[in-house]
Nanobody
Framework: QGQLVEFGGGLVQAGGSLRLSCPAV?????????RGWLRRAPGKERERVAA???????LYAGSVKGRFNISLEDAKNPLYLQMNNLQQGDTGMYYC????????????WGEGTQVTVSS
């Protein structure tokens, strides 16, 4: 962990919005195929939230579909996660991750940024 850095976490009331960002993998942008966001809620397993590949295909967890939007201009630019209508169940540590072509699991990770949604 530590090759990536997340920005934008914080405390927000339920119904509010936050935008997370994560710069590109330094010096390796052309090797990266998928970039995504994962989160770990207190007492729970880490789960995938959203992902996007270099062709623009996106994947979302069912719990965030319609509320979160992942975006990426190109491989050299930051990855964003726009989170709208946040709920208390969205509270957790959010991690930026990336994986190279030909790699099954994410092989670049950030240290995480905390998102806390209050009632």
């Amino acid at each position: 962990q530590g090759q990536l850095v997340e920005f934008g976490g914080g405390l927000v009331q339920a119904g509010g919005s936050l935008r997370l960002s994560c710069p590109a993998v330094s010096g390796r942008s052309s090797d990266v195929h998928w970039r995504g966001w994962l989160r770990r809620a207190p007492g729970k397993e880490r789960e995938r939230v959203a992902a996007v590949n270099t062709y623009g295909s996106t994947l979302y967890a069912g719990s965030v579909k319609g509320r979160f939007n992942i975006s990426l201009e190109d491989a050299k630019n930051p990855l964003y996660l726009q989170m709208n209508n946040l709920q208390q169940g969205d509270t957790g540590m959010y991690y930026c991750a990336a994986r190279d072509y030909g790699v099954v699991e994410y092989n670049y990770w950030g240290e995480g940024t905390q998102v806390t949604v209050s009632s």
